[in-house]
């Protein structure tokens, strides 16, 4: 099992910054992978960014160059850098972890991007 808490959300003008923080705990040792996900109203949940063990990342084509994940070493922090924020950006984040193949979600932390 692999607890996450997110945290860092809020409310921001659009072309402002925010970072998420993502702390893990439980069995880290076994996380394949992280990333951050988000929801907005009335729509499907999407990938973000991703970062795996090899410290390969993805992210979506709608952040890429304003949205940086990292991670520390030991697996039990994650974190997404986000600059540049549109109004569009506003959604409910999640952290997500791949340990071994089962799925573990955060809570949630909801950043809303005002115009």
């Known amino acids: 099992q692999v607890q996450l808490v997110e945290s860092g959300g809020g409310l921001v003008q659009a072309g402002g910054s925010l970072r998420l923080s993502c702390v893990a705990s439980g069995n880290i040792f076994a996380i394949n992978a992280m990333g951050w996900y988000r929801q907005a109203p009335g729509k499907q949940r999407e990938v973000v960014a991703r970062v795996t063990r090899r410290g390969t990342t993805n992210y979506a084509d709608s952040v890429k160059g304003r949205f940086t994940i990292s991670r520390t070493g030991a697996w039990n922090m994650a974190y997404l850098q986000m600059n540049s924020l549109k109004v569009e950006d506003t959604a409910v984040y999640y952290c997500?972890?791949?340990?071994?193949?089962?799925?573990?979600w955060g809570q949630g932390t909801q950043v809303t991007v005002s115009s």
């Open positions: 997500y972890a791949d340990a071994r193949g089962d799925d573990f």
